[in-house]
C-alpha cells in the first residue's frame, strides 16, 4: 500500500489491536468477502503492499511473521491437539 488515507488507516488499526492485545493476538487474514476494499489494496493480492507500509512503519520481521502466519499456526496447533 502507498503512503495514503487508507493505509494509515490500516495501520492505525493494526496498532490498536496490538496495544490492546499484543502482538501474540493479532493475526492478518485473507478472507475479504462481504467488505469494501479501497483500491490500494482490493484482495489478497494486495497484502504484500500492507506489509511494505507496516515494515516501513518500524514493524521488524518477526511481528510481521506474527501477524502473517505464526499467531495463526499456534492458535491451529492448539486447537487440533485439543
Do not use: C
Not at 485473507?30 to 479501497?38: A, E, M, Q, R, Y
Amino acid at each position: 500500500i502507498k503512503s495514503s488515507a487508507a493505509s494509515d488507516v490500516y495501520k492505525r488499526q493494526i496498532d490498536y489491536l496490538i496495544n490492546i492485545m499484543g502482538e501474540d493476538h493479532v493475526a492478518l487474514g485473507s478472507d475479504f468477502d462481504g467488505i469494501t476494499l479501497p483500491d490500494e489494496l482490493g484482495d489478497v493480492a494486495g497484502l504484500p503492499r500492507l506489509i511494505n507500509t507496516l515494515r516501513a512503519s518500524g514493524y521488524d520481521q518477526l511481528v510481521l511473521d506474527k501477524l502473517l502466519w505464526r499467531n495463526w499456526l499456534r492458535v491451529l496447533k492448539n486447537v487440533w491437539q485439543q
